[in-house]
């Protein structure tokens, strides 16, 4: 009696393999992937898991994109560092301190400090129903107040933040109230209109900004070049 050739069994495919079938992603990545897709169906069982096979390939050719070099460059790079593929799928979990951070300032300044995306701050503050905080311009009569008075009081005067006085200061080259670089002697008012703005705020130490200010106060021209003050 002729023996009967064993058939072999078939392979039961591992829990969420059938999702990186297929995909473009290189067999070592859709290996790692896999556990990813696993957790996500224990969490979420009958969802649909395929966005994450996309988004993982989504980001192997957009990095490859903004690197300007191409995808095998960016994966060999990326494996000689030892370092996993992007295919989590799921954003960082948010904290308590960071949903605090939400509304507080722009949407932009918030996902600066917290190493975020713009749209997962934007997204998130929307579904806490947060209303968004709009960075308006600064009138040139808010501008000529810095300096004139203390950040807090200045703040409070034109509904400011006195982080906001303070940064917009010192990023002009304004000294704070009372100090002695904010007093002008007569001796600096007699230079301003001979020279170029930015060549006398060099000189008295102080932004271009202050002195433009000053001269205009003033009531003196600007300098134009040939042109003798009277």
């Known amino acids: ?105 722009t949407d932009q300044k918030i996902a600066h400090r917290l190493g975020r995306t713009l749209q997962t701050v934007r997204y998130k503050r ?28 200045l703040a409070r005067k034109i509904g400011r933040s006195v982080n906001a006085v303070h940064t917009q200061r010192n990023n002009r080259g304004i000294p704070c109230f009372k100090s002695k670089l904010n007093l002008w002697r007569p001796e600096d008012d007699k230079i301003l209109g001979t020279r170029p703005d930015g060549q006398i705020a060099a000189l008295l130490g102080r932004s271009t900004y202050a002195v433009a200010t000053r001269r205009r106060d003033k009531g003196i021209p600007i300098f134009q070049s040939g042109a003798k003050r009277r």
């Open 1 to 105: 009696m002729a023996l009967a050739t064993p058939v072999p069994a078939e392979e039961t495919a591992t829990p969420g393999e059938e999702y990186v079938a297929g995909s473009s992603l290189p067999s070592a990545e859709a290996e790692l992937l896999v556990p990813v897709i696993q957790a996500f169906l224990r969490r979420h069982p009958g969802d649909d898991a395929s966005l994450i096979v996309r988004a993982a390939e989504t980001a192997t050719v957009a990095h490859a994109g903004q690197l300007r070099r191409s995808a095998v460059d960016v994966r060999w790079q990326r494996r000689t560092l030892g370092l996993k593929p992007f295919a989590d799928g799921c954003e960082k979990p948010w904290v308590e301190f960071e949903l605090r951070l939400l509304g507080t300032a």
């Open 126 to 153: 929307r579904r806490l129903k947060i209303p968004a905080v709009v960075e308006q311009s600064w009138t040139k009569a808010e501008l000529a107040l810095l300096g004139t008075m203390r950040d807090e009081k």
